[in-house]
C-alpha cells in the first residue's frame, strides 16, 4: 500500500488514524504538511513512553498497530520523507529504520477494512469521505472491560458485604471521595464505578507486565451479581476516566482520642483491650494474642463484673491490659473501624451459654498487644486508611 504522494482518501485515512484534519498551517507549510507533522510526532510520542517503535502483531493493541502502519507509510512516502526530514528531533532514526511491515497484518487490509478495525460504525456507505462516528481509545478500552464481566457464581457471598456497605453509607460510617489518579488499590476495597458498587474480593500475584511496568491481575464483585478477572491498572484507568467515580472509606479525619483529656474535650468513651482467664483449651494454648477489643462510654469494670455469665466475655473472668479513652467522637463509628481492621485475625470459635446453647463470641481477636497499639496510634494520625492488618505476616502493612 505503498504511496509517494497522498490523495482525498488519503486525507481522510491520515484523519481517522489519529491525526488533526483541521490544521492551521503554521509559516509556510501546508495543512497537508502539518498533518504529516502531527501525525509523526504522535509516533515519537509513543517511542518517547515506550523505548521502541510501534510494531505490529496480533497481540499489540490496536492503535499501536495504527501507529505501526503510519510509520511504514511514512517510510515509503518521498514526500513524507521531505517534510519530516529535520523531524526527528530526538534521533531515534525513526525515519530510516527498518521496515516493520508484517504480513497479513493492519497495512495489508484496504481502507474499509482498516477502519473496521479502527471501530467505525457502519454508515451505510462504503464512501470513506463520509464517515460517522469513530470511537475513542477510552471507549475501546471500556468496552474490553465490561466485555469481560462475567456472571458471580458465589454472589451470596458477596451480596451481604454490598448490603452492609450500603447501611454504614446510609449511617455516615463510611464516606466517598473521588477516586485520586493511579491510586493504590488493596484487596477489600471498595469503589464507585459507573454507578455501581465494585468489591475487590481478590489480588493476584505482582508480575511485569508489557513495556515493564508491574501490574495484578484482580478478581472484582460488582453489585449487579457480576465478576471480572480485571487488570489493577484497567481498573484504575477506569477509575480514572470516570468522572463520578468513588472511593469508599472509613469515617475518619484528625485525631479520634487521645490518654490525655484537656480541657474544654468532652470525653465520650474508653478503648479497652481485655485479656480472657478461660480454661478453653484454645484460650490456654493462645492466652497472650487473644484479645477482645471494645468501646464503652461506662466504667469498664462495670461493663465485666458479670463477665463469667457472660458469653460475650467467653464465660469467664478477664483481665484489662489496655485502655484509651475518647474525646468527641461517636464511639460506635470507631468500634466498627477497629473491628473492621482486625476482621481478617477474628477469632473463630463457639463455646456453650450457662442454658447450654452455643454462641459464637464477636469482637475477639487473635493478634498481639503491640499490634493493637500500632493500629490505634494510626487511628490517631489519620493514616490508618493506609493500612491492614495481615494475619499471615502478623504485622500492620500498607
Not at 166 to 193: C, N, W, Y
Not at 368 to 385: M, N, Q, T
Amino acid at each position: 500500500m505503498a504511496k509517494t504522494s497522498f490523495t482525498d482518501e488519503d486525507d481522510a485515512l491520515l484523519a481517522e488514524l489519529g491525526v488533526e484534519v483541521e490544521v492551521k498551517s503554521a509559516g509556510n507549510r501546508t495543512p497537508r504538511e502539518e498533518r504529516i507533522i502531527a501525525g509523526f510526532e504522535d509516533i515519537e510520542r509513543f517511542f518517547e513512553q515506550h523505548g521502541r517503535a510501534p510494531m505490529h502483531g496480533e497481540d499489540r493493541d490496536i492503535f499501536e498497530r495504527l501507529y505501526a502502519v503510519r510509520l511504514d507509510r511514512i517510510r515509503d512516502s518521498e514526500e513524507c520523507r521531505a517534510v519530516l526530514a529535520d523531524k526527528d528531533k530526538h534521533g531515534h532514526g525513526l525515519l530510516t529504520g527498518e521496515p516493520i511491515t508484517a504480513v497479513n497484518e493492519l497495512d495489508n487490509l484496504d481502507d474499509d477494512a482498516l477502519l473496521s478495525e479502527l471501530g467505525v460504525l457502519d454508515s451505510g456507505e462504503n464512501d470513506i469521505t463520509k464517515l460517522t462516528y469513530v470511537k475513542s481509545r477510552a471507549e475501546i478500552k471500556a468496552a474490553e472491560e465490561v466485555a469481560k464481566r462475567t456472571p458471580c457464581l458465589d454472589f451470596d457471598t458477596f451480596k451481604p458485604l454490598f448490603a452492609k456497605v450500603q447501611e454504614e453509607l446510609a449511617s455516615g460510617i463510611r464516606l466517598t471521595r473521588k477516586f485520586q489518579d493511579d491510586a493504590l488499590i488493596r484487596q477489600g476495597d471498595f469503589f464507585i464505578l459507573g454507578g455501581q458498587k465494585v468489591y475487590v474480593a481478590e489480588i493476584g500475584v505482582e508480575f511485569i507486565a508489557e513495556y515493564g511496568r508491574p501490574d495484578r491481575r484482580l478478581r472484582v464483585i460488582y453489585d449487579n451479581g457480576t465478576e471480572s478477572d480485571i487488570l489493577m491498572r484497567s481498573l484504575q484507568r477506569a477509575l480514572n476516566r470516570d468522572e463520578t467515580s468513588r472511593r469508599i472509606i472509613d469515617t475518619f479525619a484528625g485525631p479520634l482520642f487521645s490518654n490525655v483529656t484537656e480541657d474544654g474535650d468532652r470525653e465520650t468513651g474508653t478503648i479497652y483491650v481485655l485479656r480472657s482467664k478461660s480454661d478453653h483449651p484454645l484460650i490456654k494454648e493462645h492466652r497472650d494474642v487473644i484479645h477482645k477489643i471494645g468501646v464503652t462510654s461506662g466504667s469498664i469494670e462495670k461493663r465485666i463484673i458479670n463477665a463469667k455469665l457472660d458469653p460475650t466475655f467467653l464465660m469467664a473472668e478477664v483481665e484489662i491490659v489496655a485502655s484509651y479513652e475518647l474525646s468527641n467522637i461517636n464511639q460506635v463509628k470507631l468500634e466498627n473501624l477497629i473491628h473492621r481492621f482486625f476482621e481478617p485475625a477474628k477469632l473463630d470459635i463457639e463455646i456453650m451459654d450457662r442454658f447450654g446453647n452455643p454462641v459464637v463470641p464477636r469482637e475477639w481477636f487473635l493478634v498481639p498487644l503491640h499490634i493493637i497499639d500500632e493500629a490505634i496510634e494510626k487511628i490517631r494520625d489519620g493514616s490508618i486508611v493506609n493500612f491492614r492488618y495481615d494475619p499471615v505476616l502478623g504485622k500492620i502493612i500498607e
